[in-house]
């Protein structure tokens, strides 16, 4: 769910907030200013909310965007690791570089490959549960050294 936009209610008002991890306990964690505001400033803890899967991107643009992973080599030829976002309210269900699945571990919307030479012209195709595919070459996947975390 890394990366999509859910619309959640907590009887005040509806709000939406991007995925920024997966919590695989289950539940919904928010930051303290989105708690506030769903939740109309109750004391920390549990809540009951309806939560729905929006159809918006996160991110200001049109169309799947492939970016590489904060933090992660980028010019490694043996070694990448790129995600895609603004899929909407489709999930990702795989990703392959010239034609080798990526490693996937379920936390970040990432997927690892190893092997190479890994060059600029390889080209990323993610696939997404509707069926459907975004295929794009790895030199324009973003390059964002900068982790950006939402509340």
């Known amino acids: 769910m890394c990366g999509h ?3 959640v209610d907590c009887g005040h008002g509806s709000l939406d907030v991007i995925v920024v ?3 695989l306990g289950g539940g919904l964690d928010l930051y303290a200013s989105a708690w506030e505001q769903a939740t109309g400033n109750a004391p920390p803890g549990e809540t009951k909310c309806s939560v729905q899967l929006s159809g918006s ?3 200001q643009g049109e169309g799947p965007r492939c970016y590489y992973a904060p933090d992660s080599e980028m010019d490694n030829a043996w070694f990448r690791m790129v995600g895609v976002f603004n899929v909407g309210a489709r999930m990702v269900t795989g990703a392959t570089l010239n034609g080798v699945a990526g490693a996937f571990n379920g936390v970040q919307p990432y997927f690892a490959f190893q092997g190479g030479p890994i060059g600029g012209d390889g080209q990323v195709v993610f696939s997404f549960n509707d069926g459907s595919t ?18």
């Open 5 to 7: 936009v859910l619309t």
């Open 134 to 151: 975004f295929a794009t070459l790895l030199r324009d996947c973003v390059r964002e050294q900068a982790k950006q975390m939402w509340s």
């Open 57 to 59: 991107n996160p991110i």
């Open 21 to 23: 991890n997966s919590n």
